[in-house]
């Protein structure tokens, strides 16, 4: 896959417009009585990072008919969820860290963090409520529910040296491909797209989320904090195995298969530089990043039903970006 020589300002070309009017109304929407709670909603607003999950939604839209209102609506809709789940992945991962700046729980604690995040699906449901159609209230309810049920399996496997290929794609398809998924969905759907249309959006959409998270996983082993932009190593130290420490853990020689699973069952300390030695040796970096791409593949083959465009060549640009990405 070539390298990207276009960034994600250019690829968001097509719904800039879009993009502006989405973060307008999602920083309208919290705005609160209360100095401490407006406080809170200004830090995470440092948060936004590739808003890659609003994108998804506008570019679909754009791609099989126009953004409406109702889009714009939605895409502040998604980012709400989405920074829920992050402000609450930071409490789950002891995070310190994210964009560079401190965490919420580190900033304010994890009650504060819990509340907050909590505070953003409410608003989120709340704005949603207000649209004609009660059609996406039913589908974000649904995929929030399939990513709290994702995030309950992967703590459920904490410390287990067993997690197979299975259950971690099935993690990952819940926590962060369900999102990506309905983003894509909802942006063809509202936007008056063919039901096949909305489908095969759907597909690009979980495909694309299901690279993402494998190049994070990834990330979090190799990745340049300064550039990733948030605490790194926590998956192993946390006792989560991931596609790349699970291929080691198969593939290694059995001294290292054994000093791996003392390291995911909390027997053993490991240092990271040890752990990509093992990784390296087992080739189970190239072997996530290979996963990582035959899932992009995936989803530029739904692709396939939508008329060419700008935004449809965003949409290729922004899978192909997943595996190419350094943060």
Not at 216 to 245: A, C, H, N, Y
Not at 309 to 324: H, K, P, Q
Request: glycine share 6%.
């Amino acid at each position: 896959m070539n390298s990207p020589t276009l960034s994600l300002v250019d690829l968001y070309a097509p719904i800039r417009r879009d993009l502006v009017i989405a973060q307008r109304i999602f920083d309208d929407e919290l705005v609160s009585e209360l100095l401490i709670v407006n406080g809170l909603c200004e830090h995470i607003q440092s948060y936004r990072g590739k808003m890659l999950r609003p994108a998804l939604l506008l570019l679909s839209a754009q791609a099989t008919g126009e953004v409406s209102s109702t889009h714009h609506t939605l895409a502040a809709v998604v980012e709400m969820v989405h920074m829920a789940t992050l402000v609450h992945d930071d409490v789950l991962d002891e995070a310190d860290e994210r964009r560079r700046l401190p965490t919420v729980c580190a900033r304010a604690g994890n009650v504060t963090a819990v509340l907050l995040g909590d505070h953003l699906i409410s608003h989120a449901f709340h704005l949603c409520s207000g649209l004609d159609s009660q059609y996406a209230s039913r589908r974000i309810g649904a995929t929030t529910n399939t990513v709290c049920e994702g995030e309950l399996l992967q703590n459920h496997f904490r410390g287990n040296d067993r997690l197979g290929e299975a259950e971690y794609f099935d993690i990952t398809r819940r926590k962060t491909g369900a999102l990506a998924a309905v983003c894509c969905e909802l942006g063809a759907s509202y936007a008056g797209a063919e039901e096949s249309v909305v489908q095969a959006m759907y597909a690009y959409g979980m495909s694309a989320g299901v690279a993402f998270q494998i190049i994070d996983d990834v990330l979090d082993i190799v990745g340049d904090r300064r550039q990733v932009g948030k605490t790194l190593g926590r998956d192993l130290s946390l006792g989560m195995l991931t596609l790349p420490t699970i291929h080691c853990l198969s593939s290694a020689s059995p001294a290292t298969a054994l000093a791996l699973r003392a390291a995911v069952t909390g027997k053993e300390p490991y240092h990271p530089k040890q752990l990509r030695q093992w990784l390296d040796e087992a080739g189970s970096i190239e072997y996530a990043v290979s996963a990582a791409t035959s899932h992009v593949n995936d989803a530029l083959r739904q692709l396939d039903l939508v008329p060419v465009s700008d935004a449809r060549s965003s949409l290729v640009a922004m899978a192909e970006f997943i595996v190419e990405r350094h943060y």
